[in-house]
């Protein structure tokens, strides 16, 4: 298959706002591919590339050769273009890069090398989401589209298994279930305004209790153990083992033999209080520094016995007599609001982020978000996307500043939702302006453009209606708590989580 190929399905798919018409470009694109080509391509579709690492950014792509009159070059001789650039390393790499991308990009006709920057810079905006991705592939061939998700979140990403659709089928695709050792996508929590909509929201009732945790303001980590052997996940699924060895030493120490674990990692001070976030998250990022704790909260198999489809209450059973208290996360069973806001009050005494409240009927919801766990925090935060920033004036004259928020649409595009340069120490503005220039894609006089990659969890104090930008919202006093690089911009939250809020709070504003 023809990289142009490739490209023509990526403009159909941008061309058009229907979802029904994305998914049937996609679905045609993946039958035609073969055997050998079908994870590149569905790769590719989506707007993403194999190697999670060229070694190449922006810069790297700037300044390109002379484009090819004719489209000429296949799928799998871009991949193992961008696997050699990926591999070089070494005395001289820069220049034997430079070289290959030059190499590379020299075959490739002006609208493949237009699209190919944008997929390995991360700014395809084609609207072709995984979760579209996904119903393509039901749709290719003929396979349920429960079975591709759960296919999907129990090998870590679709790609992964979308050969066990095209030449297995369903049957292929139920073969794929929980392996130790292998990271699924983690449960997600929704959002509720207060506890008491939370314990609705999570099916509550009286004679009908929910567990309601401590939410930590942590790193979140899955851990796989197979007799000695250990790996620890991020919520990404990245692997984080080597610098984490006090989660390693005890999980080892738990009975048992095969163990998948859920939880958080934090960094606690002497008196049992969570030290600041961005200490936990450069403990994360090395195997040097303050010390981390791991906390437990849920459990995916244990000893042979996956259970992601036992209910919450046999989980936290089997939780419980596995891992002791003090490496789980606090937490109260209860049909009594009035108990649940007091724990919550306590949990936020304690200097942690609130709570959330998760059903004890349902299952493990691998990467899915929906009512089975909602969070509650005292403060509204929204994990959003910085779109563009402003140089500063002033004190802050050198430093980029107002950062342009932007919220998450159902088709994998950015609306903007407000600016705000609150809450920004000195340390943060000297480290934005060396990460927002690294994505840097143009600039409009004081208007520096970015790459959407970068993730910030902003706070703020409700929702209004305006007609200022594009998305009809706007966040009232929106602050900066932290940037969040934990986080994917796939991962941001969408527009229609404003919406409802703005539905909650009532905060509609002329």
């Known amino acids: 298959m023809l990289l142009n190929d490739l490209v023509e399905t990526s403009g159909a798919v941008a061309a058009t706002r229907s979802r029904k018409a994305k998914i049937a470009a996609i679905a045609e694109r993946l039958r035609l591919a073969g055997v050998d080509e079908l994870p590149i391509v569905t790769a590719y579709v989506a707007g993403t590339i194999l190697q999670r690492r060229t070694g190449v950014g922006w810069r790297g792509l700037s300044a390109l050769p002379e484009p090819a009159g004719e489209p000429s070059i296949t799928v799998l001789e871009v991949h193992?273009?961008?696997?050699?650039?990926?591999?070089?390393?070494?005395?001289?790499?820069?220049d034997l890069r430079a070289a290959g991308v030059h190499e590379l990009f020299a075959r490739l006709t002006a609208d493949e090398q237009h699209w190919l920057r944008g997929v390995m810079t991360g700014n395809v905006r084609q609207g072709a989401l995984d979760s579209l991705v996904?119903?393509?592939?039901?749709?290719?061939?003929?396979?349920?589209?429960?079975?591709?998700?759960?296919?999907a979140m129990l090998a870590g990403g679709t790609v992964p298994i979308v050969l066990a659709a095209m030449t297995g089928g369903e049957g292929a695709l139920a073969e794929i279930g929980l392996e130790v050792g292998r990271p699924v996508l983690p449960m997600l929590a929704s959002t509720a305004p207060d506890v008491a909509a939370a314990m609705a929201k999570a099916g509550a009732g009286p004679g009908t209790p929910v567990a309601v945790d401590t939410k930590l303001d942590g790193i979140r980590i899955q851990v796989?153990?197979?007799?000695?052997?250990?790996?620890?996940?991020?919520?990404?699924?990245?692997?984080?083992?080597?610098?984490?060895p006090e989660v390693v030493r005890v999980v080892r120490a738990l009975p048992g033999h095969d163990l998948v674990l859920d939880g958080e990692v934090?960094?606690?001070?002497?008196?049992?209080?969570p030290r600041p976030f961005q200490e936990t998250a450069s403990r994360t990022a090395t195997s040097a520094g303050i010390a981390v704790t791991p906390y437990f909260f849920d459990i995916l198999h244990a000893d042979g016995r996956d259970l992601l489809d036992a209910g919450g209450a046999e989980r936290l059973h089997v939780l419980d007599s596995l891992?002791?208290?003090?490496?789980?996360?606090?937490?109260?069973?209860?049909?009594?609001?009035?108990?649940?806001?007091?724990?919550?009050?306590?949990?936020l005494a304690r200097g942690h982020e609130g709570v959330v409240v998760k059903s004890l009927s349902i299952g493990y919801a691998a990467g899915r978000r929906g009512s089975g766990w909602v969070k509650v925090k005292p403060v509204h935060t929204l994990d959003l996307v910085v779109l563009a920033v402003e140089w500063g004036s002033g004190r802050r004259d050198g430093w980029l500043s107002n950062i342009h928020l932007g919220a998450r649409n159902p088709d994998g595009t950015f609306t903007m939702l407000g600016k705000t340069f609150k809450g920004m120490t000195d340390e943060m503005l000297a480290w934005q302006t060396r990460r927002f220039l690294e994505l840097e894609t143009h600039r409009d006089r004081h208007v520096v453009h970015v790459r959407p990659e970068q993730v910030v969890e902003i706070a703020f104090d409700g929702v209004q209606r305006s007609s200022r930008y594009p998305g009809g919202l706007a966040l009232r006093f929106a602050r900066v708590v932290r940037y969040r690089d934990d986080k994917s911009a796939d991962e941001a939250d969408e527009i229609a989580t404003l919406e409802a809020l703005l539905g909650a709070r009532l905060t509609t504003a002329e």
């Open 134 to 151: 996904q119903e393509a592939i039901a749709s290719a061939w003929g396979v349920k589209l429960t079975a591709v998700r759960r296919a």
């Open 323 to 347: 891992v002791p208290e003090d490496h789980r996360v606090s937490r109260l069973v209860t049909d009594d609001s009035a108990a649940a806001e007091a724990f919550a009050r306590d949990a």
């Open 224 to 244: 796989h153990r197979r007799g000695d052997e250990i790996v620890v996940a991020t919520r990404s699924l990245d692997d984080i083992t080597e610098r984490l």
């Open 80 to 94: 193992d273009a961008l696997g050699r650039l990926a591999t070089t390393s070494g005395p001289g790499s820069a």
């Open 266 to 273: 934090i960094a606690m001070d002497d008196d049992g209080r």
